[in-house]
């Protein structure tokens, strides 16, 4: 059998893993904070007796890009949305820290800080928890105070910081859960430190990176070269029918 037929193979195989990663970022076009994934092909050499033309193809993702999104203005005083660079550190279900740039807060019936999804949010000094209050807000430091019951309307209480952090960007991978943290070979010891400098905006989410017409028009370039593949594996077919058929014949 022709071996172009497993050339062709593959490349429709890595053509349907770049559709997929497209269209993932596609369909987190409208999710708060998301940053998109990058795909690309290379070639890969065949192995044993080949044609020096051929080789397979492979769809990697190299990297995520963590470029901002823009800033949507809500009005409501627990969004907050990390200013230029950085990222809030919070502590997903396994209770490792991860950080993401999603800054939708809530808070639960224990007075936990939360993400909308349920993570808790990180302070300086671990997860936050705030004792009962009539008022909450959280400054452009990051900083969460209170109006504590009874108090005056002027009466804040500072009760923790959110965690900013900064790590370098080429440290960082996106996780299949969506989060952001250190590539394996880049972690530190311990936890990863606040950055003082950072800033968040309060009444703001930051929107997706992604641009719905680019991915739009990669999914379809995608879909042809899926298409193009397919044609090789059937005229690599039709050449192994013929050559049978030929030697049949003799």
């Known amino acids: 059998m022709d071996k172009a037929l497993y050339i062709g193979m593959s490349g ?16 987190n076009v ?5 940053k998109k994934d990058f795909a690309q092909a290379r070639s890969m050499p065949v192995f044993g007796e080949h044609y020096p033309t051929r080789a397979y193809a492979m769809t990697e993702r190299p990297g ?6 823009a800033l949507m203005d809500t009005g409501r005083k627990l969004d ?33 800080l939360r993400l909308s ?13 705030l004792p009962p209050f009539e008022n909450v807000q959280v400054g452009a430091d990051g900083t969460v105070s209170i109006v504590p019951v009874g108090g005056a309307p002027d009466e804040l209480v500072e009760v923790d910081r959110l ?19 250190r590539k394996p070979d880049q972690a530190i010891d311990g ?39 397919v044609k090789v594996m059937r005229t690599a077919n039709d050449n192994s029918e013929a050559a049978a058929r030929l030697l049949q014949n003799l």
Do not use: C
Not at 205 to 217: D, F, K, Y
């Open 163 to 181: 965690k900013l952090v900064n790590p370098p960007a080429e440290a960082l991978e996106k996780g299949t859960d969506g989060f952001i943290r």
């Open 12 to 27: 429709a195989k890595q053509n349907m893993l770049a559709q997929r990663a497209h269209a993932n970022n596609l369909a």
């Open 117 to 129: 999804s349920g993570e808790m949010v990180m302070g300086n000094g671990g997860p936050i928890a």
């Open 191 to 229: 936890l990863e430190p606040p950055d003082g400098n950072l800033r968040v905006a309060t009444g703001f989410l930051e929107a997706s990176n992604v641009n719905a017409v680019e991915e739009m028009i990669a999914n379809l370039e995608q879909s042809r070269q899926y298409e193009m593949q």
């Open 30 to 34: 409208t999710t708060t904070g998301f």
């Open 64 to 69: 995520t890009d963590l470029s901002s999104g």
């Open 80 to 112: 907050v949305a990390v200013e230029n660079e950085g990222w809030l550190a919070i502590q997903n279900e396994q209770g490792e820290e991860v950080f993401t740039r999603t800054g939708s807060l809530q808070i639960d019936v224990n007075g936990l």
